[in-house]
């Protein structure tokens, strides 16, 4: 089985690569495809700093990429620790940055991870093994309100009050202990009706949840642009709406972060623009990529450049 089959790779890989000697971070490694790339396009004199937070996914990287010699430095790390991650690798400052975030194909169809609702596995959904809490901890432990705030802030899912009340009251019997257990709570409160699988919404949200991928995308993205060299180069990939709107906005208010109010004839904050949003629009698939990467559908890239 292909470990992960990285999306806009060309769009990436177009996009990231410098004509001049760089210092490149891939903070989402994954299965090295994009690494890859920009090993193999950047100049001999590049450094590429690689992070995943995940074991698995370093070690498979580690062994894939061997060829690469120094050029390729790995770090397993969240990539909300950038900054220092940066700093251990020998430098202050970068000239590329990329993230691709979410989960890579091998953590959800790996079916011991226990994040999907196709495969029977053990409920937890954590990236990294060690955080202390996992989707097993929610389902069983935290309350119904606390259950539906979840299901709602991180789903957008319409029914979270149901799902969150059935979860209570099945778990009054019998611990929820398996994907599929919690899959089927989720069918009988909601049906079968909608076009995608019932459960998306509600696993998409307990995972965020597990892996606070909301608050740890604000804070890097924070991080990451003031990590950049003038002409550095932030690109982020997201894969729902959620996402993409923190990245549109942060962007937004990286270009022109002054707050002053609208009737003030000059600025006043005296806050500086941080460079300039390339990508007015989010780049996407092409057809043809659509065609053999299913997960490319909901890909969107953001790419803005420091002055
Ligand atoms: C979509 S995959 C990246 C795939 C990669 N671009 C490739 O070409 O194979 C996302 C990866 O980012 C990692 N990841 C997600 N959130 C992270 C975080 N906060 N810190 C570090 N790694 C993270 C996941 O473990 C996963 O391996």
Redesign the pocket.
């Known amino acids: 089985m292909e470990?992960?089959?990285?999306?806009l790779?060309n769009e990436v890989i177009e996009n990231i690569i410098s004509d001049k000697k760089a210092i490149y971070v891939?903070?989402?490694?994954?299965?090295?495809?994009?690494?890859?790339g920009i090993l193999e396009k950047s100049s001999d004199d590049s450094k590429v700093i690689g992070?995943?937070?995940?074991i698995e996914?370093i070690d498979f990287?580690k062994r894939k990429l061997e060829k690469y010699g120094d050029k390729l430095k790995i770090f397993q790390?969240?990539?909300?620790n950038i900054d220092s991650v940066v700093y251990f690798a020998g430098y202050s400052k970068v000239d590329r940055i990329?993230m691709?975030?979410?989960?890579?194909s091998?953590?959800l169809d790996n079916k011991e991870r226990g994040f999907s609702y196709k495969y029977e596995a053990k409920l937890d959904m954590r990236?990294?093994k060690e955080l202390s809490i996992s989707a097993y901890d929610i389902v069983n432990t935290f309350s119904e309100k606390e259950i539906t705030d979840i299901i709602y802030k991180y789903g957008e899912e319409p029914k979270s009050r149901k799902i969150a009340k059935n979860i209570v009251e099945y778990r009054k019997n019998k611990k929820i202990e398996t994907t599929l257990e919690l899959s089927n709570i989720i069918i009988k409160s909601i049906g079968k009706s909608m076009k995608k699988h019932p459960s998306k919404r509600a696993f998409q949200a307990i995972r965020i949840y597990v892996?606070r991928?909301l608050e740890?995308?604000e804070e890097?993205l924070d991080k990451a642009v003031n990590l950049l060299n003038k002409g550095g180069k932030l690109l982020v990939?997201t894969?729902h709406s959620l996402e993409d709107r923190i990245v549109k906005e942060k962007f937004r208010k990286y270009e022109n972060p002054c707050i002053c109010p609208p009737e003030i004839p000059i600025c006043i904050c005296k806050k500086k623009s941080l460079g300039k949003v390339i990508t007015k629009k989010a780049i996407i698939a092409g057809k043809e990529e659509l065609q053999f990467n299913n997960r490319a559908h909901s890909a969107k890239l953001r790419i803005f450049e420091r002055s």
Do not use: R, W
């Open positions: 470990y992960h089959k990285p999306v790779f891939d903070c989402t490694l994954g299965g090295g495809g994009h690494s890859e992070i995943d937070q995940d996914a990287t790390d969240n990539f909300k990329l691709d975030i979410g989960v890579s091998n953590q990236m990294n892996n991928e740890v995308l890097t990939i894969f």
